[in-house]
């Protein structure tokens, strides 16, 4: 999933203050709990309790689009919508947030989240962590399902440096070091010889900006 | 549980003068609070297990038990009072675990006019209350408990059953025919509105009972034969797309919007688990405090607690089972993490320190008199919210 989080309410509130009418708009995409009708609810609720502590009124629109980054879905589910609004509070990612600021040129869009990385929870314990850099040369089929780039911190692609201790990073004790986890795992699938097979030089023009479909 | 509140006032005690340690109470007991003594032969009562259902004190053949909600005599003073003030002779016994609100409860027994009981278990009404509202001129009695499953109470629901075939029996020996008492089961469970989910999947976490499933393709379904209603799901759906019969978003947003309305500043607005706290027969609660009893704390939305503060309301209590307690897989637990999550959300805009978390238990039935004393005091402190 993307993961966001949520932005300081008075950052939002400065965001919106000079409108009245403003369209808050969640995404029922890639984030787990999706951003979708609830938590544009709620978002409404506390700034307009915020905005009331300032003798400042709003009135929200609050909606949901199944993924904002899809123009063509934002579109069809907002357009219908804007009559009268003067801004768009996104509860979508980074992308989603440029969607619509696209699709609706005239109409300041503002993030209501900050996006953080491509990663996945731990739920129980609450923890979101990358898992993915999106390098555009997927190696997880011969780290045992581990991504080097993402998950070392010095995105390291031939095994641990100097620093690895104990299975930790040396950057940070609560950071597991990735090739440790690379080895393990390796390990436990028999396989440990794809360490020992050298591979050709990463084509870094892969992660590119642009690809075609 | 904290010190001070055991060397408070208890809500279940023995007087051991009168027991013969027939064990009955021992057997009934869900919770092994009450135990017989393998060498004195003396039943013991460890309160800190007990969970105040009851059964023990509606089954003691000797009265050993003193209980202090819903005993004998506030019960029997409750019907002769509700006996006097409603023209009907039929009594409908709730469970609240099981039981709608009144018009459903009208619409399950197709009648309009009755004598509505509602208590924390069926399987705690004594023998005496069916006998003495015959008495009284009452010729129809209807007990809904919840189905077997579903008794919160564990044993509450089948004893109930039993104990009604016996009275029937004792009934049609003295003429009063064979079915005068009417056994309903009944449970209150999780609806899904298709149109609304978006196949994420949080149910599917979040369910204590493994309940919900997402297929891919085919989305969300429920297997309601194991949804035990906690609520928690509904409260953590992104989507909205999910109701509990019973404590539909609409019926909790009407109460609110009502009690905003009723109570006297400052006001306070106390979501109440209803295992957490047992509210007294007759019971006026405070002109500026005013409950909504949830089916279990993890059913709080923080929808409906910032539409509280929205419409005026200055401070907002959720009276919770600690973990330990509660009948729902822990899911109290939940309700606390998502209350601090709101809390520091709220924090951000200055009122933090109007919503308030406590876990109180019904055996210690002053804590959450303290909890709010304290919080109607922050409150007081604090003036006029937003």
Known sequence: MIVTTQKPLDEVLGFIAPYSNVLIAGCDG???????????????????????????????????????????????????????????????????????????????????QNTHFMGAEEREAGILEERCAGCGDCLLAVTGGICPIARCSKGLLSGACGGSKDGKCELSADRDCAWCLIYEQLKKQNKLHLLKESRPPRDYQLSGWRVTT | ??????????????????????????????????????????????????????????????????????????????????????????????????????????????????????????????????????????????????????????????????????????????????????????SLKVKVDANLCIACGNCVFFCPYDAAELKSPGGITFDLSACRGCGLCVAMCPAIALELENWEQERISQLINRFSLEVEPPKILVFRCQWASFPPLNGQPAPNVRFIDLPCASRIDRFHILEA???GVDGVMIAACSEDDCKQEKASGRAQHSVANLGERLGQIGFKERLH??????????????????????????????
């Open chain 2, 309 to 311: 503060f929205q419409k």
């Open chain 1, 30 to 112: 890639c984030t787990q709990p999706p951003r979708g009708l609830r938590e544009s609810k709620t978002l409404s609720q506390l700034l307009e309790l915020a905005g009331r502590l300032q003798n400042k009124g709003f009135n929200f629109k609050v909606t949901t689009v199944a993924k904002q980054c899809d123009n063509y879905l934002a579109a069809s589910i907002l357009k219908p919508q804007m009559d009268d609004v003067e801004a768009v509070l996104s509860l979508a990612c980074g992308i989603g947030v440029q969607t619509l600021a696209e699709v609706f040129p005239e109409i300041p869009i503002f993030p209501a």
């Open chain 2, 1 to 186: 549980m904290n010190e001070q509140a055991t060397q408070g006032i208890v809500a279940v005690r023995q007087n051991m003068d009168y027991c013969s340690s027939c064990a009955v109470c021992s057997t009934l007991c869900p919770y092994e609070a009450l135990k017989k003594d393998a060498e004195t032969g003396k039943i013991t009562l460890d309160v800190t297990k007990c969970q105040v259902c009851g059964l023990c004190y509606a089954n003691c053949p000797a009265r050993v038990i003193d209980i202090l909600y819903y005993d004998l005599d506030s019960l029997l003073a409750y019907l002769e009072k509700a006996r006097q003030e409603t023209a009907s002779d039929t009594l409908i016994i709730m469970c609240r675990g099981s039981a709608p609100d009144i018009e459903g409860v009208a619409e399950l027994f197709g009648t309009s006019s009755f004598i509505p009981l509602l208590v924390p278990c069926v399987g705690r009404i004594p023998d005496e209350v069916y006998l003495k509202a015959l008495l009284m001129g009452i010729n129809n009695i209807n007990v809904l408990a919840c189905d077997v499953d579903y008794c919160r109470f564990e044993r509450g629901s089948t004893t109930t059953g039993r104990k009604i075939i016996a009275l029937n029996l004792l009934l049609d020996q003295l003429g009063y025919g064979r079915d005068i008492i009417t056994l309903k089961r009944h």
């Open chain 2, 357 to 386: 978390f406590c876990t109180v238990s019904p055996r210690y039935p002053e804590e959450l008199d303290k909890e709010l004393e304290q919080f109607s005091q922050r409150i007081k402190e604090l003036g006029k919210g937003g």
